[in-house]
């Protein structure tokens, strides 16, 4: 289950939720009991480690399609 950021506006008070996806957003301020309850935008909490996809997939090697272009770049060794 995903944990979701809440704020409330009124009072400020912030709180992580776990929630399931098809859980309706909570609105009520647990502390002040406005209805000013909402959920933040905020970043992904994980990170890819290991030889997983990262160093496998994503990581350029020095050298590789900077120097020539290459045929698994989209735009023929043009990076920006």
């Known amino acids: 289950m ?7 506006s009124s009072c400020g008070t912030q ?3 776990m929630q399931k996806l098809s ?3 909570l ?9 000013t309850f909402a959920k933040q935008l905020s ?3 994980f990170q890819l ?3 997983g996809y990262y160093a496998t997939d994503f990581k350029n090697k020095p050298g590789s399609c900077e120097a020539s272009p290459c045929a ?3 735009s023929a060794g043009a990076h920006s």
């Not at 995903?2 to 409330?8: A, F, G, S």
């Open 2 to 8: 995903p944990i979701y950021e809440y704020r409330c």
């Open 15 to 17: 709180k992580d939720v």
């Open 23 to 25: 859980d309706a957003p």
């Open 27 to 35: 609105t009520k301020c647990p502390e002040c009991g406005k209805e």
């Open 43 to 45: 970043a992904a909490g």
């Open 49 to 51: 480690k290991g030889n």
């Open 72 to 74: 698994s770049c989209p």
